[in-house]
């Protein structure tokens, strides 16, 4: 499927969306729409590697029940080794009851069961469809709520309608992992767009997600080197929806990542993301996604005492919450995350959250974070804790992005490099605020389309080859940041965008003065001339009793 084609089934989803949610929450239609968009696809693969396994067994029917389920009728002594061949080939099973068809089917027929099957479907994927439990994959799905309808009959009506026009949109579109899963993501975009500063927290712009994927997959101590091969691990401790590291994971092969990490807190969001990378193909076994608070580090692999057991990982993404504010103890003066370092005021937990990110990254690996421009030059502890990591030289590279490319925020932000063990004893500055395209609701960088600039491109181009351009970029000495600037990283110090001020010659200046002088004096004499012959009374000359 085409790019094309992808957008078109995007835009499809969107317009059914906005159709049929009606007066109901957008982030609440949001959920019901993924989720029956993550159903379609489990069952579509499922059903196509079934129809593979079983061959000139798996019956062609019509009418209402599935092939699957006429093949579960007819040999119920088979159903658990097929099941466990499935999970060793496929990772997950699906009862027939709950596969895609047979649900659009209850929708059709407008079947009074159907939101109990539902019920139990999305039951019985978090229970028993896979390996790995997926326990409160739906929890956010609330099929009992009010707000498809006050009595069950008028829930299962909704229900009906809308799986109805789903199954219509999807009906002339492929279900492979692309088209599915690039559909997921227009339509996460969409609903983050839509739904103003709060829903877009969770989502960060593919534009900026994929300057901060292609940064971590090139070497890190030499990126003029290319990019890596393979990545044992990425984490991202802030995942959100998921989709940065499905980034991360898209500019190297599907099997370039041994494993995806990723934390989020909110429970809604959580479910999105592991949503999000069953719907890519990524496998269950390939990633792990925890729900818990990261600045209290709850995750408790993190957690491990022992230094051989210890988890670090190759590439960090993240996108955390700007400027959260946030409750420090005393315990975390000792934490070791920490502690070499300072804690983050309670105003801002920015640095807090670098750190968290920065404690967990191996020697040899990037690490590619989106912070706020305060973290750059406020002062007090953020001050002490900038200068730290500045002097044991793990701050590498500083860009400045455009203003308003988030939903969450209109606010100008930066991407901040950090290494362990970096090659470079300067900090690389780049100062791309101002390559951009405008748009009515977000600013928008330019990708090389219709021959405009590729800005995402210049800046990773800048970066690999740390080429210097003026007021672009400019590797800065750590001399000149700690003595001239006092370990200010405020970007406009280093790489001014503002334009020269025009020098002025002031002979030339001078003479243009004397000769504008003598033409207004000639003019005004000849002026007079005029008026004399009228008997009118004449102009003074300037200076004229000094020119006879």
Known sequence: MTENEQKKLGKTLWGIANNLRGAMNADDFRDYMLSFLFLRY????????????????????????????????????????????????????????????NIASMA????????????????????????????????????????????????NARLC???????????????????????????????????????????????????LSEIVTLDSQDPSAGKKKHLESVFDFA????????????????????????????????NLARMNMLLHGVKDSEFEIFHGDTLKNEWDMLREANPAKKQYF???VANPPFSLRWEPTEAHGDDMRFKNYGIAPKSAADFGFLLHGFHYLKDEGTMAIIMPHGVLFRGGVEERIRKKLLKDG?????????????????????????????????????????????????NRLRVGEDGEPNDIEKIVSTYQFRTEEDRYSRRVSMEEIADKHG????????????????????????KELVDL?????????????????????????ANDQNRN
């Open 517 to 541: 002088d003598e033409k207004i004096r000639v003019a005004t004499k000849e002026h007079n001339s005029f008026l004399k012959e009228l008997g009118l009374s004449l102009l003074p000359v």
């Open 42 to 101: 489990l069952s579509d693969n499922y059903e196509e590697a079934a129809k593979k396994e079983l061959a000139d067994d798996y019956p062609a029917i019509n009418g209402h029940v599935t092939p699957l389920q006429r093949w579960y009728e007819e040999n119920p002594d088979d159903i658990d080794d097929f099941e466990e061949m499935m999970r060793r080939r496929m990772h997950y099973v699906i009862h027939p009851d709950y596969l895609w068809g």
């Open 487 to 510: 370990y200010n990283l405020n970007i406009s110090r280093y790489v001014s965008t503002a334009e020269p001020e025009e020098e002025i010659d002031l002979a030339v200046v001078h």
């Open 239 to 270: 995942c959100g929806s998921g989709s940065l590291l499905l980034n991360v994971r898209n500019k190297l092969s599907d099997h370039g990542i041994g494993k995806i990490y990723g934390q989020e807190n909110n429970i809604t969001t959580y």
């Open 314 to 316: 190759d590439a960090i």
């Open 108 to 155: 059709r027929r407008q079947h009074e069961d159907l939101l109990k099957t539902l019920q139990k479907g999305f039951k019985y994927i978090e229970e028993e469809s896979f390996q790995s439990t997926f326990k409160g994959l739906f929890s956010e799905i609330n099929l009992d709520s009010e707000k498809l309808g006050k009595r069950y009959t008028d829930r």
């Open 161 to 211: 309608s809308i799986i109805t026009k789903i199954a219509e949109g999807l009906a002339e579109f492929a279900a492979n992992k692309d088209t599915l899963g690039d559909a997921y993501e227009y339509l996460i975009g969409q609903f983050a767009a839509g739904g103003g500063k709060k829903a877009g927290e969770f989502y960060t712009p593919q534009q900026v997600s994929t300057i």
């Open 394 to 442: 793990h701050i590498d590279t500083v860009i400045g992005l455009p203003s308003n490319l988030f939903y969450s925020t209109g606010i100008p932000v930066c991407i901040l490099i950090l290494k362990k063990c970096k090659k470079f004893d300067d900090v690389l500055f780049i100062n791309a605020s101002e390559h951009f395209a405008k748009g009515k609701k977000q």
